[in-house]
């Protein structure tokens, strides 16, 4: 029987949905006939989030993330997953009031990078994560020096993001500006692209890029479909590794 992948969503829906579709896919592939993943979402409202992170309360995000991931617990769930690259800002809060494994889009994408053999990557994201250290840091921690747009693009892509992708919006010249950040970002050095916002493949793929592209919510749920599928040893956290 395979494992119950927790998913604490709605940041946005949109991006829940991909993740649930890919989640079934995946296992569907693996697995064949009719099979789909055992798992639980849990909806947060992005509104009260939102606000949260406009008014830099990390600290009531994290509270209100941790009881949705203790309730994904009690409801069966033996992991859990955070569909959203900024709100593993709080990660280490979250994984703290669980017993479960809690697996990292940080670490899930820089593992594929540094398998990749590369080095250096841009990084497309929200403000919040493409300016704090959180995201950076654990990157560098893996051997991955990461490069963000200038001022004026990180605004273009974050408004993007929040404007447009976390309403499902799709429009064309949005992709197009996309498109340019990203080959601002391999003109400088960048020899891969991170799609690190969980919206943000909605808009943008391996087509629109001169470089590699890691698309971190693929990578997340592919990881994820690993330790569902994997012996119940390998799906306990490692000691000594990386904290959260």
Same mark, same amino acid.
């Given at each position: ?5 927790? !998913? ?9 949905? %991909? ?11 693996? !697995? ?6 055992? +798992? ?9 989030? %939102? ?47 669980? *017993?479960?494994?809690?697996? @990292? ?37 893996? *051997? ?5 747009? *200038? ?6 892509? @974050? ?23 990203? +080959? ?17 493949? !909605? ?42």
């Amino acid at each position: 029987m395979t494992r119950t992948i927790g !998913l604490i969503g709605g940041m946005s829906w949109e991006s829940s949905a %991909e993740y649930y579709r890919l989640l079934n896919e995946e296992t569907r592939r693996r !697995l064949g006939g009719h099979h789909c993943a055992r +798992s639980l979402l849990l909806t947060v409202d992005f509104a009260e989030i %939102e606000a949260m992170q406009r008014a830099g309360d990390w600290t009531g995000a994290g509270r209100a993330l941790a009881e949705a991931a203790r309730t994904l617990e009690r409801a069966g769930a033996d992991m859990v997953l955070l569909c959203t690259n900024t709100m593993h800002r709080v990660a280490d809060v979250v994984e703290a009031e669980i *017993g479960v494994p809690f697996v @990292h889009i940080i670490d899930a994408t820089a593992d594929r990078i540094v398998a990749a053999g590369i080095t250096t990557v841009g990084l497309l994201a929200t403000r919040y994560t493409m300016e704090m250290d959180f995201y950076r840091e654990r990157m560098r921690a893996r *051997g991955v020096e990461v490069i963000v747009p *200038g001022a004026d693009d990180r605004t273009l892509v @974050h408004d993007i993001i929040y404007r447009e992708l976390t309403l499902n919006r799709i429009e064309d010249v949005s992709r197009r500006t996309y498109r340019r950040i990203i +080959s601002d970002l391999a003109d400088r050095g960048a020899q891969a692209v991170i799609l690190g916002c969980t919206e943000i493949t !909605l808009l943008v793929g391996p087509g629109d890029s001169p470089v590699p592209v890691f698309d971190s919510t693929r990578i997340h749920v592919e990881h994820a479909v690993d330790l569902a599928l994997s012996p119940a040893s390998a799906a306990r956290p490692v000691p000594g590794g990386p904290a959260s």
